[in-house]
């Protein structure tokens, strides 16, 4: 499968603990992105890389959250003391870095904080 | 101001009719604009990407662009209840490189 892979599908944990997810970006695409979706909403812009460089992060992002992208390859998001607010749809997305091109999801990791 | 706007909906359309969604941008540096289908519980699907003004077609899907309106459509040919979904528009602004998404529309095709 040459798609973007997320993991896990679905986490539940206490509220306090830290998480962590990873992505997989289809293996061409240098620019890679979260996303997090709650219910009725669209994707909300978290962070992207390009390579393993983190070019940008939103402003509405807590200190509690953290990306990495070691080696520009896969990519990993970190919540620490998580909180009920953080249970939503953590989305990863990548895309070329040349020209006007699309950009492909993974499935989308479900967390729910207890 | 939101940046891309949406009207949520719900939509509802006869099976075998042509379904239009809406969305406008407020930025016009915006350069690239997407449409997304998301089933419940599911990640986003791209179905269209549109860079310049006019018409692109795609099978059922038709998304027109018009820069000067600051609009994007998708017009979907011959509903069917698969369809059914929420459709999100996306722009990416020159220089900015991410996407920013509307709230979606939640489509619903009726048979």
């Known amino acids: 499968d040459t798609g973007v892979s997320q993991d896990p599908r679905h986490k539940i944990t206490k509220r306090g603990q830290n998480v962590t997810f990873r992505c997989d970006p289809i293996?061409?695409?240098?620019?890679l992105y979260w996303y997090r979706q709650t219910l009725g909403q669209g994707p909300e812009f978290l962070t992207y890389?390009?390579?393993?460089?983190?070019?940008?992060k939103s402003r509405l992002l807590s200190d509690r959250f953290s990306a990495e992208r070691p080696k520009g390859s896969f990519s990993t998001l970190e919540i620490q003391r998580t909180e009920q607010g953080d249970s939503a749809m953590y989305l990863c997305?990548?895309?070329?870095?040349?020209?006007?091109?699309?950009?492909?999801f993974g499935q989308g990791t479900r967390l729910t904080v207890v | 101001q939101k940046e891309v706007e949406q009207n949520s909906g719900p939509l509802s359309v006869p099976e075998g009719a042509i379904a239009s969604l809406n969305c406008t941008y407020s930025?016009?540096?915006?350069?690239?604009f997407f449409w997304y289908r998301q089933y419940s519980g599911k990640s986003p699907e791209l179905i269209m990407s549109?860079?310049?003004?006019g018409d692109k077609e795609d099978g059922r899907f038709t998304a027109q662009l018009n820069k000067a309106s600051q609009y994007v459509s998708l017009l979907i040919r011959d509903s069917q209840p698969s369809d059914s979904a929420t459709y999100l528009c996306?722009?990416?602004?020159?220089?900015?490189?991410?996407?920013?998404f509307g709230q979606g529309t939640r489509l619903t095709i009726n048979p």
């Open positions: 997305a990548s895309r070329q870095y040349r020209g006007l091109t699309e950009a492909f």
């Open positions: 293996s061409e695409h240098n620019r």
């Open positions: 890389f390009q390579n393993e460089a983190q070019l940008e």
């Open positions: 930025d016009r540096g915006s350069q690239s």
């Open positions: 549109i860079y310049s003004n």
């Open positions: 996306a722009e990416s602004i020159q220089g900015a490189q991410k996407l920013v």
